[in-house]
């Protein structure tokens, strides 16, 4: 009987402890991510003259204002289609990398 008792006690406490860990993780990843967000925010509709880029820094096609668009430190990033901007938001260093000093020319590799 004591023996049983033992057994399901260290289960249910191994269980919480397992459930702490886990927890803990997922709050690491969260604030990671919102970091990385820090400097990115989706705008719609904004007009052709205020993005930034003239080619797309996810595809190197031209840029669609048709398309969403990212706010990223102080630039209006556009994108050639919907989808490149949330590719963008996931490491928009490594994307912005493969635009040209003033955002004209893809000289990244596709």
Known sequence: MKKQLFTT????LFAFTLQGVF???????????KAKMEHTKTTAKVSA???WNKVCPVQGEAVNP???????????????CAGCDAKFKKDPEAYMKNLSADGTKFIGKK
Do not use: H, W
């Open 9 to 12: 006690l260290f289960f249910v």
């Open 23 to 33: 927890a803990q993780k997922t709050e690491t990843k969260q604030t990671k991510m």
């Open 49 to 51: 003259d205020k993005i």
């Open 66 to 80: 048709k398309a969403p668009t990212v706010e990223y430190k102080g630039k209006t990033i556009g994108f050639c």
